[in-house]
Nanobody
Framework: QVQLVASGGGLVQAGGSLRLSCAASGRTINSYAMGWFRQAPGNEREFVAA????????LYAEVVKGRFTISRDNAENTVYLQMSSLKPEDTAVYYC?????????????????WGQGTQVTVSS
């Protein structure tokens, strides 16, 4: 079975940085696109970033562009989200996900497997 474990969240001051990790087991990730999504209380889960299987292309939500960087280490079977210049509005549970077939990188429904999420809280 596929398992994605997200980690690295925590409490950080506005302007600070965090790096989230998503470790996969049960299947190698080298053939699959990976994504990060986030969900704040009362809101739907929203797209944050995605990366193609080789890492050659990345996509970002407009609100995080220039501040967040998605990357992957296929040898370690891990995907990362480096977050900098964090803002209080970035506060959410962050989820990593795996896409095993085609579809929009931006659509939650495109992804087949999900991690448990890790809480990111940005204070003023």
């Amino acid at each position: 079975q596929v398992q994605l474990v997200a980690s690295g969240g925590g409490l950080v001051q506005a302007g600070g940085s965090l790096r989230l990790s998503c470790a996969a087991s049960g299947r190698t990730i080298n053939s699959y696109a990976m994504g990060w999504f986030r969900q704040a209380p009362g809101n739907e889960r929203e797209f944050v970033a995605a990366i193609t299987s080789s890492g050659s292309n990345t996509l970002y939500a407009e609100v995080v562009k220039g501040r967040f960087t998605i990357s992957r280490d296929n040898a370690e079977n891990t995907v990362y989200l480096q977050m900098s210049s964090l803002k209080p509005e970035d506060t959410a549970v962050y989820y990593c996900a795996m896409r095993t077939s085609g579809g929009s990188f931006y659509n939650v429904r495109t992804y087949d497997y999900w991690g448990q999420g890790t809480q990111v809280t940005v204070s003023s």
